[in-house]
């Protein structure tokens, strides 16, 4: 079985970052591609960003595009998002997530497997 396991939330004021961390275990997910997703307090879990296995495709939010950055070491077995520009409405539980192994990319919440217990990220204004 795969685990996931997120790290770097916190508490942060607006304008500034933060880099999570997310690291894989028990298998290998190199070819598989990867996300972050976070859930606001009464909200759905929302696509933040993606990455295919090869880390030559990558998606973002409009909402956080240009301010959020995407990377994997498959070799680490580890994928990233730093954050940097952060707004109050970025404040969520943060999950990294990891696809159903036919998939190399995926911007679906229904076509990841395996998810991380998630971080906070809390952003004050």
């Known amino acids: 079985q795969v685990q996931l396991v997120e790290s770097g939330g916190g508490l942060v004021q607006a304008g500034g970052s933060l880099r999570l961390s997310c690291a894989a275990s028990?298998?290998?997910?190199?070819?598989?591609?990867m996300g972050w997703f976070r859930q606001a307090p009464g909200k759905e879990r929302e696509i933040v960003s993606a990455i295919s296995w090869s880390g030559g495709r990558k998606y973002y939010a409009d909402s956080v595009k240009g301010r959020f950055t995407i990377s994997r070491d498959n070799a680490k077995n580890t994928v990233n998002l730093q954050m940097n520009s952060l707004k109050p409405e970025d404040t969520a539980v943060y999950y990294c997530?990891?696809?159903?192994?036919?998939?190399?990319?995926?911007?679906?919440?229904?076509?990841?497997?395996?998810w991380g217990q998630g971080t906070q990220v809390t952003v004050s204004s």
């Open positions: 997530a990891i696809t159903a192994p036919y998939y190399t990319f995926s911007t679906s919440v229904h076509e990841y497997d395996y």
């Open positions: 028990g298998r290998t997910f190199s070819r598989y591609g």
